[in-house]
């Protein structure tokens, strides 16, 4: 196998390690408590979050919990509907970063965020360190420049997908299955790319729910893995709060 297939699949599969890791530990088990995992099982993410994006667990819960408390009103860290659909894609990374300057934003909605003494040392203080021994990694692994390009890929991965694609297109297009009172759409079916955060209008007509998917056809991605830590031992899935049977 040449180094670019080597590099490109490399670059595609961390990169969805690190999509998993936001929309399990971060979105269902730390914003919404939809489930519980492992401490270890925690702790991985937590560290594998560190080296892939450098976000902070109390500014990412923070960030989304307001946005479901103001959701496409005044106070919506990143509504298309209050600052445009193009806005958010390509810029939501920098609607994040402003949100979460305000510390007392952060304290407020990040409470029940890990505060040990790697989160104090290493994982809040020392947050450029996780990306750079990424890049570190990454040119071990890959010569140069290929292994610059795999860290690109890998930076921008979640910026354009998770801040910019969910949060804005996930309320601009698509179906709903529920008649929720916001602007949320489900924008594909399929769960696959995103695991699961595609489904977002099903997620916002109930935030309690560890499981994005709602009809047989809707694939969850992050629901299988899931499934497959409760199986292990390594998850416990709480019963959704709102019935939406
Ligand atoms: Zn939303
Ligand atoms: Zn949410």
């Given at each position: 196998m040449n180094e670019i297939v080597r590099a490109l699949l490399f670059a595609l599969i961390t990169a969805h390690i690190t999509t998993m890791c936001v929309t399990?530990?971060?979105?269902?088990?730390?914003?919404?408590?939809?489930l519980k995992l492992h401490p270890f099982i925690s702790f991985l993410m937590r560290f594998w979050l560190w080296l892939g994006?450098?976000?902070?667990t109390k500014e990412w819960m923070a960030c989304h919990r307001k946005h479901h408390s103001f959701v496409d009103a005044?106070?919506?860290?990143?509504?298309p509907r209050l600052v445009g659909l193009a806005t958010v894609v390509f810029k939501g990374v920098f609607l994040y970063t402003e949100a979460v300057k305000d510390k007392e934003m952060v304290e407020k909605y990040g409470k029940g965020a890990p505060d040990d003494w790697f989160e104090r040392n290493v994982f809040s203080k020392r947050r450029r360190l996780g990306v750079l021994s990424t890049l570190a990694i990454d040119l071990l692994l890959f010569s140069f420049p290929v292994g610059l390009v795999v860290w690109g890929i890998q930076m921008v991965w979640i910026p354009f997908w998770a801040a910019g694609v969910v949060n804005g297109v996930g309320h601009a297009w698509g179906y709903r299955n529920f008649d929720s009172k916001?602007?949320?759409?489900?924008?594909?079916?399929?769960?696959?790319l995103l695991a699961g955060e595609e489904l977002h209008n099903n997620h916002h007509a109930d935030?309690?729910?560890?499981?994005?998917?709602?009809?047989?056809w809707e694939v969850d991605f992050g629901w299988l893995y899931i499934q497959s830590l409760s199986l292990l031992g390594l998850a416990k899935i709480e019963p959704a709060k709102v019935s939406l049977y």
């Open positions: 399990i530990y971060l979105h269902r088990t730390m914003a919404h408590r939809a994006t450098g976000m902070v005044e106070g919506d860290p990143h509504s916001d602007t949320s759409h489900n924008f594909s079916p399929f769960g696959i935030i309690t729910s560890a499981r994005f998917s709602r009809k047989w």
